[in-house]
């Protein structure tokens, strides 16, 4: 059996980010059920605001090669995304636009067809960054990603952890990790 492997990283750099917390918590859920998890913090891939003459003059940035060959090397993609102004952060939309680029002799879209991923949200608003999720989800399915159609958003999010970084809501806590299980149950299959 082919264990899955997984890329988890949130769409914020913030260093009490409530997604990055979020994303942990369905990590644990993914490994609980076998899941080989990768955690990423976009931070560590400082990468520059994408623009093509850059590109066309110097290549891709260390941080873009490094991003790019871990979004390769793993098979499932679980993410945490904040909700900026109804929509998908920049820091990930850059991120998501550096590893879309196209490199001679590898296939097209190279770093997300066939890539399975789960989505997830939280904010200290009311809907928890559900409206960002919609925009997210349209993105990486139009460049080939597999979005299941399970996913959960956190609202109140300033009150939802605990100094543990668990949701303090037993129902939230379980369906948060059972994202990550699921990602994982699937990947699984398709491995098989
Ligand atoms: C926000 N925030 C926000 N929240 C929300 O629920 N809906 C929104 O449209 C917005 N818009 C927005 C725009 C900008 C520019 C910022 C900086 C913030 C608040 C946001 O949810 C909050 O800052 C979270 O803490 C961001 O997630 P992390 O960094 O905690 O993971």
Same mark, same amino acid.
């Given at each position: 059996m082919t264990i899955p492997r997984i890329l988890a990283f949130a769409g914020s750099a913030r260093q009490d980010s409530f997604n990055k917390k979020l994303m942990r918590v369905a990590a644990a859920g993914a490994r609980t059920a076998g899941a080989e998890v990768t955690e990423l913090d976009l931070r560590d891939f400082p990468m520059p605001l994408f623009d093509q003459d850059l590109e066309a003059?110097?290549?891709?940035?260390? *941080?873009?090669? =490094?991003f790019r060959a871990m979004m390769k090397a793993h098979?499932?993609?679980?993410l945490a995304c904040p909700e900026y102004n109804s929509s998908i952060t920049p820091m990930l939309k850059n991120a998501i636009d550096w590893a879309s680029r196209p490199v001679e002799g590898e296939p097209a879209l190279a770093c997300y067809r066939?890539?399975?991923?789960?989505?997830?949200?939280?904010?200290p608003g009311g809907l928890g960054g559900l409206r960002g999720l919609v925009h997210v989800r349209s993105i990486l399915g139009n460049i080939g990603v597999l979005v299941l159609p399970d996913q959960k958003?956190?609202? *109140?999010?300033? =009150?939802?952890f605990d100094e543990q970084?668990?949701?303090?809501?037993?129902?939230?806590?379980?369906?948060?990790?059972?994202?990550?299980g699921r990602l994982t149950a699937v990947l699984t299959k398709l491995l098989a």
């Amino acid at each position: 059996m082919t264990i899955p492997r997984i890329l988890a990283f949130a769409g914020s750099a913030r260093q009490d980010s409530f997604n990055k917390k979020l994303m942990r918590v369905a990590a644990a859920g993914a490994r609980t059920a076998g899941a080989e998890v990768t955690e990423l913090d976009l931070r560590d891939f400082p990468m520059p605001l994408f623009d093509q003459d850059l590109e066309a003059a110097e290549g891709f940035p260390e *941080s873009v090669l =490094q991003f790019r060959a871990m979004m390769k090397a793993h098979q499932g993609l679980l993410l945490a995304c904040p909700e900026y102004n109804s929509s998908i952060t920049p820091m990930l939309k850059n991120a998501i636009d550096w590893a879309s680029r196209p490199v001679e002799g590898e296939p097209a879209l190279a770093c997300y067809r066939d890539k399975v991923a789960v989505l997830m949200s939280a904010s200290p608003g009311g809907l928890g960054g559900l409206r960002g999720l919609v925009h997210v989800r349209s993105i990486l399915g139009n460049i080939g990603v597999l979005v299941l159609p399970d996913q959960k958003a956190i609202g *109140s999010a300033h =009150q939802a952890f605990d100094e543990q970084g668990h949701l303090k809501d037993a129902d939230q806590q379980a369906a948060v990790q059972a994202l990550g299980g699921r990602l994982t149950a699937v990947l699984t299959k398709l491995l098989a």
